[in-house]
């Protein structure tokens, strides 16, 4: 999928909304907000998450932040957001008003994660904590990344865990944890029952998110350079985002 997005653009959003109940189902890194070398750098705009909560009331609650980060460490640079979100590529699931949707999701063991931290230290590396997963990031070192997606697909096959792969980043998740479940999980639940999806992502994860809204009836949207395969429109920018969203 490497090469640029040629992808046409959506129609606006308020032509959408005039054909039927939507829902929106957003990334966040390089969707709502430009990425940083490192996870912890990442610039919020101000008024971020007051903009979200006015788009939530738009959509009679049918919004649902969609991210790889870690639920608690979307709250650290997001604030407490009282809208539907899914944190750890979709492993972690919760309600606008804070009830879990589904399982709480098993952590990894302190032996793997000494163990991934162990082979970041000695490639230099940026080892991210997740509560329900780790990430090893090589994007600062990107002629590491063969090397780094081996070791990764090799400890994820001992542990029966999954590998996934984005911009600059290997992660290693449970089964399942994958941003297409997130979608149908909310999917099957008010206020998202029998609306037409949309998910907004820019990374190879979100192709994930893409194929849950085609199978309930929706599309995908592509933000960036990046060609997608399963996205149906694309957005340039995190700036463009914000203009489609009207936020």
Known sequence: MDGPNTLPPPPPLAQLLASGPAALFLDFDGTLVEIAPRPGDIHVPDGLLGRLHALRDRL?????????????????HLGQPAICRAGSHGASRFLADGTRLGDEPQRLSDAAIAELRAFADAHGLFYETKTHGGALHFRAAP?????????????????????????GVAELVRPGATKAAAVSAFMEVAPFAGASPVFIGDDVTDEDGFAGAVEHGGFGIAVGERASEGARYGLDSVAAVHHWLEI
Not at 60 to 76: K, P
């Open 60 to 76: 009679d609650g049918r919004l649902a932040l969609v991210s790889g980060r870690a639920l608690d460490d979307l709250t650290g």
């Open 143 to 167: 002629e590491k990344r063969e090397a780094t997606l081996a070791f990764a697909r090799e400890f994820a096959a001992a542990r029966e865990l999954c590998v996934t792969s984005g911009k």
